[in-house]
């Protein structure tokens, strides 16, 4: 027989796979837009293969004012400031650091990853308003990261949700050793 706390574990590490998917699937897409971005700056005749018409058109939206900075950190930081980045750079660097918050089985960082994804869907939101108000736009790819964003919103709250549990089951907090169904009491 089978101990709830293993079957906990369990549906842990397939929480963790079908987050570091999606973690994975939001770096693809940010790096193909800063291709896209970076390739229209320095060739105007470039087509995307994400450019379907005039109304969706994932070049016109990145290479707005909003497509840096999120359209907000000009009017905070100088111009030429390092950290206005095009918004892709900070897609990858929010999903590469979502992911290696993931790998342990730690309430406090995923509580912390639940916050970013948090932000990361507000973010959404607003960039989505943007993109669809204020730029009349389609953008296949933006709208994709905020499907990412929300699936990995909700994986995070499933992850808490289990951890808790699996805290109830053994009486506190769990470190993993060795492997997924071995676990020792945190002390």
Do not use: W
């Not at 101990?3 to 693809?28: D, E, M, Q, T, Y």
């Not at 109304?55 to 206005?84: A, N």
């Amino acid at each position: 027989m089978v101990s709830s706390a293993a079957l906990i574990l369990n549906k842990l590490r397939r929480l963790r796979s079908c987050f570091a998917f999606f973690c994975f699937v939001g770096i693809a897409l940010s790096s193909y837009a800063f291709y896209v971005e970076t390739k229209k700056e320095h060739d105007d005749s470039y087509v995307a293969m994400c450019d379907i018409n005039e109304f969706m058109s994932c070049t016109k939206v990145f290479s707005s004012k909003y497509g840096k900075g999120f359209g907000l950190l000009q009017y905070v930081l100088d111009e030429d400031s390092p950290l206005i980045q095009p918004n892709p750079v900070y897609g990858a660097i929010f999903y590469g650091l979502v992911l290696l918050l993931g790998l342990g089985n730690y309430l406090f960082l995923a509580r912390v990853q639940m916050l970013l994804c948090i932000m990361a869907n507000l973010g959404s939101v607003y960039l989505g308003y943007i993109l669809y108000f204020v730029l009349e736009n389609i953008c296949v790819v933006c709208i994709s990261t905020y499907f990412v964003n929300f699936v990995l919103l909700i994986v995070t709250f499933l992850r808490i949700s289990k951890l808790k549990q699996l805290s109830l089951e053994t009486g506190g907090p769990i470190l993993q050793t060795g492997g997924f169904n071995k676990t020792k009491k945190r002390v």
